[in-house]
């Protein structure tokens, strides 16, 4: 009787304790599954607070980026102090994000300094649906006002002739090209916005694009980075301080032209995108909407944001131009052969850009070397997501590295060369590349690309036509700098060119 009931227990607990194991067992084995399907994206072990702060350089942070995409891959984790970012890079995985998986990958991810700058209001630096309804407004308001069409070619041209004026000026002596180049490109902007342009000498348009300048040049210091990682410690900083005091003076200059131009406002009469702005936004307070996206604050910040990107990244890659013609005088000459066969001493138009193909390489090669925005404007996950086999959690701040696509060595034969046959064929035909992607993709792509690539084209050809940039006096083509200055987007370093007249 002794035997069979130690029988019963020893069964009946040998039974329970494979229950047990059972149970822990498919535990781990759920737990193991999990994380295998939750898999973060690898990288550089951080240290405590610090993050991977000792291994960024914090004034070219692309270029460590890129290095550790090389040991980590193409969806790699890096630690910015205690802030965790996942970045994309080269073609493939960038596009894949911005495309395939746009509404993940689609929202803004706004820094503690651009959040500071624009409060969420405008269309760079926000999300939900004030967002959405002000980028389609932005869109169609500039589609309307010509934006890639024959109006805007129009006003293009026009202000071509001012900058032109400007430069002979200089009578083929050695002159700074950052101000004059701005100041036409901030006008086509401006013409759009504000329904007219301002005259160079404006002491209020100069201001405004002098401070612009100044506050993209300084969003990309060192100093910055630390306060947007370690704000209690950093808030403080002059750098922070000068940026705030110039946003500050821009809105208060925006401000008063907004009001002069609400003070002339005529129904049914559009003159630019603030007139547009203002009359919806009376519509909606006449319907009683409450809840309208069409407020002071918002139309405030539309136009800052449309002014500073409209000013800084087409006169900056414009600038590069003039640079790389000096630099490489036998790509300058030959499109000025190819302008000069062509269109012959008439305006050149957009329509010519077709029978163009060396020149349009080499606005093309120009963008793509000149990598302008190389960490594009952060992202962020709207929602949790499992991209390339790893698990990215919703709300990650994510860098799309814009420089490891136009760098991208499995996509271009030279890319770290200046070299238009990057867009041409065996017959010189123009081609278009897949990993040309300076205006980056997806629902976040740069809105006044199309405004962009015409002002390129036709400010590039207009100068061209005229002038033969050259070193000044006492230097050689290769003493010309190719280093980008610091800042947020990346221009030239300061530098100094001759314009030749060719009539």
Avoid at 324 to 335: F, G, S
Wanted: aromatic share 12%.
């Amino acid at each position: 009787m002794a035997l069979f009931v130690d029988f019963i227990f020893f069964s009946s607990t040998t039974v329970l304790g494979a229950a047990v194991f059972l149970f822990v067992f498919s535990l781990i084995s759920i737990n193991y599954i999990s994380m295998e399907r939750r898999k973060e994206p690898p990288g550089p072990r951080p240290l405590p607070l610090l993050g991977n702060l000792l291994q960024i350089d914090l004034k070219r942070p692309y270029k460590t980026l890129c290095e550790l995409s090389r040991k980590y891959g193409s969806v790699f984790t890096v630690h910015f102090g205690t802030n965790k970012v996942v970045v994309l890079a080269g073609y493939e995985a960038v596009k894949e994000a911005l495309v395939n998986y746009a509404d993940e990958f689609g929202e803004r991810g706004i820094s503690l300094i651009f959040n500071d700058l624009n409060q969420g209001y405008g269309i760079l630096f926000a999300n939900g649906e004030s967002w959405k309804e002000l980028r389609r407004f932005a869109l169609t308001t500039l589609k309307d006002f010509g934006m890639g069409k024959r109006l805007s070619q129009d006003k293009i041209l026009e202000e071509c002739g001012y900058l032109i004026q400007v430069i002979e000026e200089h009578k083929e002596k050695p002159f700074d090209t950052a101000l004059p180049i701005n100041y036409a490109t901030s006008n086509i902007i401006s013409s759009i916005v504000y329904g007219s342009r301002f005259d160079y000498s404006d002491l209020v348009f100069k201001n405004m694009v002098k401070r612009t300048n100044q506050n993209i040049s300084l969003i990309g210091s060192a100093s910055i980075q630390l306060y947007n990682m370690f704000p209690r410690l950093f808030s403080w900083i002059k750098t922070r301080q000068a940026i705030l005091k110039n946003v500050e003076m821009n809105i208060s200059d925006i401000k008063d032209l907004i009001k002069r131009l609400k003070e002339t406002l005529e129904p049914g009469s559009c003159r630019g995108l603030v007139d547009c702005f203002l009359l919806q936004k009376q519509k909606e307070e006449d319907s009683c909407i409450l809840d309208t996206h069409y407020n002071e604050e918002n139309l405030t910040f539309t136009v800052t944001n449309l002014f500073a990107a409209g000013t800084d990244t087409t006169a900056a890659t414009l600038r590069w131009g003039l640079l790389l013609m000096a630099k490489y005088p036998h790509v300058q000459e030959q499109v000025h052969e190819e302008l000069k066969q062509v269109v012959g001493s008439r305006q050149v138009c957009v329509d010519d850009r077709k029978n163009l193909p060396y020149t349009d390489a080499v606005i093309h090669e120009t963008q793509r070397l000149a990598n302008i925005v190389p960490m594009s404007l952060p992202h962020q996950t709207s929602r949790d997501v499992t991209f390339r086999g790893f698990f990215i959690k919703k709300g990650t701040i994510v860098f799309p590295l814009l420089t490891s696509v136009l760098y991208d060595e499995s996509e271009w034969e030279s890319p770290h060369t200046f070299n238009p046959s990057h867009f041409l064929d065996k017959e010189g035909k123009f081609v278009r590349r897949d990993a040309f992607m300076p205006f980056s993709a997806g629902r976040r792509m740069c809105l006044g690309e199309s405004l962009a690539k015409m002002e390129l084209f036709l400010f590039f050809t207009s100068l061209i036509q005229r002038f033969r940039f050259t070193p000044p006096p006492g230097f050689t083509e290769d003493e010309l700098d190719l280093t980008p200055a610091v800042g947020f987007t990346l221009p030239p370093s300061p530098h100094m060119l001759c314009a030749v007249s060719r009539q």
